[in-house]
């Protein structure tokens, strides 16, 4: 199969946003992408910074079954896709990522894990639960979700081969390097992507937005790391698409043969 992970800037206007949404999908199709993964976000933006609101507001909330999926899973039509926004409940509002094709929806997840400046504009989500795709079993982290072994590590132990990893991941507000490179938060998203792809024996598929928000400017690096560890298709800092052909199954059995991480734990020592 062929999975792919988007770099791309998605910004406060929702039309521009759904009509990129389209664009990428339509030439994802086009290019035999059975899997495509959005970044973080991916429906009105991120926020623009870790504390007060600023200039650039909130970002728009939806429900979770408001119109706006039912285009976008036209526009998927038989391709998984996984992408995020700001869902309204009842007064809360998470961030939220949803997987759907043409079908109709697949999997939902609400990002658990909250850096500090998040709480004032998002609810915790509770848990995590793999679902089963037409590309295989998978599960959906949002953002920092990835930081914490424990999230990948569930999803892995209730079956998922494949990882969704949305983000919206910055480059260091407190140490900011003169290139995008070298700035300590493109090491740890690096770091992330390859540590929960080796340590599951999964496959990852990482997006993350481009360009920038209020003070926040975004990372970009999407890409697909195979079970091993090994990235196999990336973008670096600029927009595109990180595209590979793998078949998931096959290669997380080979790398599960003679070590297999999840069947090798020892659950009673761990304290």
């Given at each position: 199969?062929?999975?792919?992970?988007?770099?791309?800037?998605?910004?406060?206007?929702?039309?521009?946003?759904?009509?990129?949404?389209?664009?990428?999908?339509?030439?994802?199709?086009a290019r035999?992408v059975?899997?495509?993964?959005?970044?973080?976000?991916?429906?009105?933006g991120y926020?623009?910074?870790?504390?007060?609101?600023?200039?650039?507001?909130?970002p728009?909330?939806?429900?979770?079954?408001?119109?706006?999926?039912?285009?976008?899973?036209?526009?998927?039509?038989?391709?998984?896709?996984?992408?995020?926004?700001?869902?309204?409940d009842?007064g809360?509002?998470?961030?939220?990522?949803?997987?759907?094709?043409?079908?109709?929806?697949?999997?939902?997840?609400?990002?658990?894990?909250q850096?500090v400046g998040?709480?004032?504009?998002?609810?915790?989500?509770?848990?995590?639960?793999?679902f089963?795709?037409p590309?295989?079993?998978?599960?959906?982290?949002v953002?920092?979700?990835k930081t914490?072994?424990?999230?990948?590590?569930?999803?892995?132990?209730?079956?998922?081969q494949?990882?969704?990893?949305?983000s919206?991941?910055?480059?260091?507000?407190?140490?900011?390097?003169?290139?995008l490179?070298?700035?300590?938060?493109?090491r740890?998203?690096d770091?992330?992507?390859?540590?929960?792809?080796a340590?599951?024996?999964?496959v990852?598929v990482?997006?993350?937005?481009t360009?920038?928000m209020?003070?926040?400017?975004?990372?970009?690096?999407?890409?697909?790391?195979?079970p091993?560890?090994?990235v196999?298709?990336?973008?670096?800092?600029?927009?595109?698409?990180?595209?590979?052909?793998?078949?998931?199954?096959?290669?997380?059995?080979?790398?599960?043969?003679?070590l297999?991480?999840?069947?090798?734990?020892?659950?009673?020592?761990y304290?």
């Open positions: 199969m062929r999975v792919a992970a988007v770099s791309a800037h998605f910004g406060r206007d929702v039309e521009p946003c759904l009509a990129k949404i389209e664009a990428i999908t339509a030439d994802a199709r035999g059975d899997l495509l993964v959005f970044p973080d976000a991916t429906i009105g926020l623009g910074g870790f504390g007060a609101v600023g200039a650039t507001g909130m728009p909330a939806f429900p979770a079954d408001d119109p706006v999926f039912d285009r976008l899973a036209a526009a998927a039509g038989p391709t998984v896709v996984c992408l995020s926004w700001r869902e309204s009842g809360r509002f998470f961030n939220s990522a949803v997987c759907l094709t043409g079908d109709g929806v697949l999997g939902r997840h609400r990002k658990v894990h850096p998040e709480v004032a504009a998002y609810a915790a989500g509770d848990r995590f639960t793999a089963d795709t590309v295989g079993r998978l599960g959906m982290l953002d920092y979700d914490f072994p424990e999230a990948a590590r569930t999803l892995a132990g209730d079956g998922a494949l990882l969704a990893c949305l919206a991941w910055p480059a260091s507000l407190t140490d900011r390097a003169p290139l490179s070298q700035d300590r938060q493109s740890l998203f770091l992330y992507d390859c540590a929960r792809a340590e599951n024996q999964v990852v990482s997006a993350n937005q360009g920038t209020g003070r926040l400017r975004f990372l970009g690096q999407s890409k697909v790391v195979g091993g560890g090994d196999l298709a990336r973008t670096w800092a600029k927009a595109g698409l990180a595209c590979a052909d793998l078949d998931v199954a096959a290669e997380v059995s080979r790398s599960r043969l003679n297999s991480h999840l069947r090798e734990r020892r659950p009673e020592a304290a």
